[in-house]
């Protein structure tokens, strides 16, 4: 019986349930890490995810807002680093974008989509293209936005969708950014690890959605 | 917790790595610095009323950034996780200790990282009132052509570059001033590095690039950045000229009778009789070109755990830069008498 909005208690949840995946999936986003960058990516992850999970499990969470927030404050104070930067940003400017917000549908999850990966390519200058976590989160946002009337639980499953395309259509790019960027046609073949990560993320929201 | 250590590293926790060295660094300055906060490290008795120094980056590079904090070098550092860039909160904790009234550099190098995280920490300064500058130190040659250098990394010239961007700030009374004679050693500074063997990741034990036992990685960065290519494995002397050669066809132009610091500088593992080996080849080529070395250091600063290769950096002297570069300095990773 999937969802058909969620509480913030429910959000708070999920997320927790992604900060888990994450975790777990530290030896996967690290290997992706060494085709392309310096093989520590999971390891930064992980760290970042396990700061979260600690304070949203430490309080009550206030809002919704406030829930994502707390995940993106986490990341980027124990992270560092690009991806604490970026992940940091995809959070908290997401979050922002559901200021006020007592339930989390559909059209939520596409205001937090497309106001999180608006964060990450102002404050990165990333581009769909550049071989980056933007290629799986424009994608992302672009479907969610498409499927803001439908059922939270058809969005997100469309979302996922886009999302793995996404992360799948990275393998094909020259990197723009980062370490890869140094290796030119080499990096063909190998997809992103931040999108790799982001796949991560949205496939632990939709699982917490459907059960 | 079980890690395959290839390295052999003599620790205790591998994901505490930047922690415990971190406060082996506070140890090291014998009471003259101390700890700010999760892991900055600042000056005690710095000049008052005076524009300050701060500069940062990953761990796992020691001595640099944070061994670079002293007397006529920068004030303070802020200090990140094992390559990675330290948060806007470090960041900022290291701004506050520093600032003095008078506004703060930041000189850091060119990654993304670190220059995404510094914004940060200086756009949460300015909401305290706290003036920021920022100097990118990339110095890296082979990382990008001479008309893209906003895309070079930073590399060892860092060490000469903090070491007058120190003096500046030990001397000057304004932050723009300081800015701009920092911006200046940068633009005059070059680095070309050569890698023959990775480091590895503390906490994974794993190497951070590969490359073949019998291959040289021209123009490679600290952390295993693509150069520009691979090359046999040769004597010192030929690669000494190799390394002249992309130096010298660089936009910083080089003429007889210029001074410059050179710094012969190890990854980590190369030993100082290559270096010294190295340097003896590459003297002579200085020479030849009426170039004249003021003064050279060969020494392990930039370094990228156990990594194998070195970097040639030279740093063009004006009369500025080179008075301030005769004033003493003293840090656990540089010391001028």
């Given at each position: 019986m999937s969802k058909a909005s969620l509480s913030k208690d429910e959000v708070k949840a999920m997320l927790i349930l992604a900060c888990e995946r994450i975790i777990a999936a530290e030896p996967m986003l690290s290997e992706a890490d060494r085709n392309l960058g310096d093989g520590d990516h999971g390891l930064g992850m992980q760290r970042g995810m396990t700061a979260a999970k600690e304070k949203l499990e430490a309080a009550e969470v206030e809002s919704i807002e406030k829930a994502f927030?707390?995940?993106?404050?986490?990341?980027?104070?124990?992270?560092?680093?690009?991806?604490?930067?970026?992940f940091g940003t995809f959070f908290r400017n997401g979050g922002k974008a559901l200021a006020g917000k007592d339930s989390f549908d559909a059209a939520a999850l596409a205001a937090f989509l497309k106001a999180g990966v608006d964060g990450v390519k102002q404050r990165g200058g990333a581009a769909v293209g550049d071989k980056t976590c933007v290629d799986a989160m424009e994608p992302a946002a672009n479907k969610a936005a498409e499927v803001a009337e439908s059922s939270?639980?058809?969005a997100i499953q469309a979302v996922t969708d886009a999302t793995v395309a996404g992360k799948d259509a990275s393998?094909?790019?020259?990197?723009?950014?980062?370490?890869?960027?140094?290796?030119?046609?080499?990096?063909?073949?190998?997809?992103?690890?931040?999108?790799?990560?982001?796949?991560?993320?949205?496939?632990?929201?939709?699982d917490f959605i459907a059960a | 917790m079980s890690h395959a250590n290839s390295a052999k590293k003599?620790?205790?926790?591998?994901?505490k790595c930047a922690d415990e060295l971190f406060e082996g660094l506070v140890l090291a300055y014998d009471g003259k610095a101390r700890r700010v906060g999760t892991r900055s490290i600042v000056m005690n008795d710095l000049r008052p009323d005076a524009p300050a120094l701060l500069v940062g980056g990953g761990a796992g590079h020691e001595p640099i950034y944070h061994g670079l904090i002293g007397k006529g070098m920068a004030d303070g550092a802020a200090v990140g996780e094992i390559f990675a860039a330290p948060p806007p909160d470090i960041v900022l904790e290291a701004t506050q200790a520093v600032n003095r009234g008078k506004g703060v550099l930041f000189l850091?190098?060119?990654?993304?990282?670190?220059?995404?995280?510094?914004?940060?920490?200086?756009?949460?300064?300015?909401?305290?009132?706290i003036t920021v500058k920022?100097?990118?130190i990339n110095d890296d040659v082979c990382s990008a052509p001479p008309t893209d250098k906003g895309k070079r990394r930073g590399v060892a010239g860092l060490v000469p570059i903090t070491k007058i961007a120190g003096a500046a700030a030990a001397t000057v009374d304004s932050l723009d001033e300081l800015a701009r004679i920092a911006q200046k050693a940068v633009?005059?500074?070059?680095?070309?590095?050569?890698?023959?063997k990775p480091g590895s990741i503390p906490a994974t034990g794993k190497p951070t690039f590969e490359l073949a036992d019998d291959v040289i990685g021209l123009g490679m960065g600290i952390h295993g950045e693509k150069g520009v290519g691979l090359i046999p494995m040769c004597t010192a002397d030929e690669l000494a000229a190799k390394i002249l050669d992309l130096l010298f066809g660089d936009d910083l132009a080089l003429n007889a009778g210029d001074e410059i610091i050179f710094f012969v500088n190890s990854l980590g593992s190369t030993h100082m009789m290559e270096l010294l080996i190295l340097l003896r080849g590459a003297k002579p080529i200085l020479e030849a070109r009426g170039i004249k070395i003021h003064q050279t250091i060969v020494d392990n600063i930039v370094t990228c755990q156990e990594m194998a290769g070195v970097s040639f950096s030279i740093t063009k002297l004006d009369a500025e830069l080179k008075k301030l570069w005769d004033m003493p300095c003293e840090s656990v990773g540089y010391t001028k008498l």
């Open positions: 927030s707390t995940v993106g404050m986490a990341m980027m104070s124990s992270m560092g680093g690009a991806s604490g930067a970026i939270l639980s058809e393998k094909a790019m020259i990197a723009k950014f980062g370490r890869a960027k140094t290796l030119g046609e080499a990096c063909i073949g190998f997809p992103d690890a931040g999108a790799c990560s982001v796949v991560v993320i949205i496939e632990a929201f939709r | 003599i620790i205790n926790n591998p994901l850091y190098g060119n990654y993304a990282g670190d220059v995404m995280n510094f914004d940060i920490g200086a756009e949460l300064a300015a909401e305290e009132g920022t100097v990118i633009d005059n500074t070059r680095t070309v590095g050569v890698s023959t």
